[in-house]
């Protein structure tokens, strides 16, 4: 299996390590012709205005909209924003593909990054995973569709919908497989 990792900017190599360590070749995508050799696809963090510039440029919006009714896509903070189906920031023009409202930077500064344990849903006899959050984005609002897979402070962090699956925090920062191999078995395909 190969799954593709947009490498406009963020933590693309700590996404690609950890698919390494499960057994799946990572394949760095940046332009729509790399996507048809992937069987899915991880949107990095970073920073939202910046990763919609970068899309614009490399004519990404509408192929990764295409890509998207046929493959599983995975967005951890800024790539969840760009997931959404709406953002509090005009300067941001996301994707569509999850049925959210997103706030950017609800947790404050990059100062004020922290780590906090969250239960999945998925693995709720395991011990919490510890999320990474980082200038954070937050949930605001979501369809009833949306299906809440962890909780930090009872809001929801990581949702899914349909083959999607969208994360506030960044699992790709941390040693714990277990967001991954979920993402990869349960809606990748894998």
């Known amino acids: 299996m ?3 990792i947009l490498a406009l900017q963020g933590a693309y190599e700590q996404h ?3 698919l390494g360590v499960l057994g799946v070749e ?3 995508v940046r332009t729509p012709e790399e996507l048809g050799a992937c069987a899915a696809l991880i949107v990095p963090g970073g920073e939202s205005t910046t990763m919609t510039r970068l899309m614009q440029a490399n004519g990404l919006f509408e192929p990764l909209q295409a890509y998207a009714r046929d ?3 995975m967005g951890t903070c800024a790539g969840l924003i760009m997931m959404a189906e709406r953002v509090d920031d005009a300067r941001v023009t996301p994707l569509g593909l999850l049925p959210i ?3 950017r930077n609800r947790y404050g500064r990059q100062i004020h990054s922290f780590m906090a344990p969250v239960q999945l849903a998925f693995d709720p006899e395991g011990a919490p995973f510890e999320a990474v959050f980082i200038r954070a984005p937050a949930i605001t609002d979501m369809s009833a569709e ?3 897979l962890a909780r930090h402070q009872d809001r929801p962090v990581m949702v899914r919908h349909g ?3 969208g994360l506030t925090f960044h699992p790709e920062l941390t040693d714990d497989l277990r967001i991954h191999r979920y993402w990869l078995e349960e ?3 894998g």
């Open 26 to 28: 990572g394949r760095l």
């Open 71 to 73: 493959h599983s896509l």
């Open 101 to 103: 409202e997103v706030g």
């Open 187 to 189: 809606l990748a395909g």
């Open 16 to 18: 690609r390590r950890m």
């Open 163 to 165: 083959r999607h699956l």
């Open 146 to 148: 949306v299906e809440v």
């Open 2 to 4: 190969v799954v593709g």
